[in-house]
């Protein structure tokens, strides 16, 4: 399993605030625990009840990113924004699973982007770095395994076979998705200047606390990463 993700230091014309923390969770000899139902209620109920004070600010920040490389915001949102919106718009959301609902929570209560990751699918190190346009992205579109091309100039996560997350992380590809708690993961935890670094610290901690009553017994690797390090 890979120690930490690699970021391009051209992210940097782009995002120069970026900050984020990687979190590596082995999980292969943990046991089974039961998440809070209410957990992911209470993220909603926050963002209902206005909060974060500092998201406006931060996800106005991811906007300006994703412009800065081409993107739409409003087409194409940072997956915070998307999450914020819908539950501003529905009054909640629904479960999927266990894992799902804990980083949805997070992201959702501390309006950071937190994406989660089957770490045994990866081959090599995850990259945050800038697209040529001809990696391979595999999708599914109506249902259908498809697979895509990112566009050349635009920030994605991929490993050595191709891209992981596109436009940064506004959409997951299939092949590492995260769909068990058993085997090893990966989660980060993405943020800007304008978010507080003790909000990122705290974000990180209700998901490593989540994780751990998730998996008793597993074994958590937390560490800050940014541009350069």
């Not at 950071?112 to 391979?136: K, R, S, W």
């Not at 008793?216 to 800050?224: A, D, L, N």
């Amino acid at each position: 399993m890979f120690e930490l993700p690699v970021i391009d230091s051209r992210i940097s014309t782009i995002a120069p605030g970026f900050r984020a923390i990687s979190i590596l969770v082995d999980a292969v000899s943990a046991g089974r625990g039961a998440l809070d139902p209410e957990i992911l209620q209470s993220a909603c109920a926050s963002v209902v009840a206005g909060g974060p004070d500092w998201a406006e600010p931060h996800l106005a920040s991811w906007a300006d990113a994703y412009q800065r490389f081409g993107a739409k915001p409003n087409r194409t949102p940072c997956s915070a924004q998307a999450l914020r919106k819908r539950v501003l718009k529905d009054g909640g959301m629904p479960s999927i699973n266990p894992v799902v609902d804990l980083y949805n929570a997070v992201s959702l209560r501390y309006a950071i982007p937190v994406g989660g990751e089957n770490a045994q699918a990866y081959v090599g190190h995850p990259f945050l770095t800038l697209a040529d346009g001809t990696e391979v992205f595999d999708t599914a579109m109506n249902g259908e395994a498809t697979t895509e091309h990112p566009e050349p100039g635009e920030v994605i996560w991929r490993d050595e076979v191709g891209v992981t997350c596109r436009r940064w992380n506004w959409r997951q590809g299939v092949r590492t998705r995260l769909d068990n708690t058993h085997g090893y993961m990966w989660f980060v935890l993405e943020s800007l200047d304008t978010m507080p670094q003790q909000a990122l610290d705290d974000g990180a901690s209700m998901l490593v606390d989540g994780l751990k009553v998730l998996m008793p017994g597993c074994t958590i690797s937390r560490k800050q990463i940014s541009i350069g390090a």
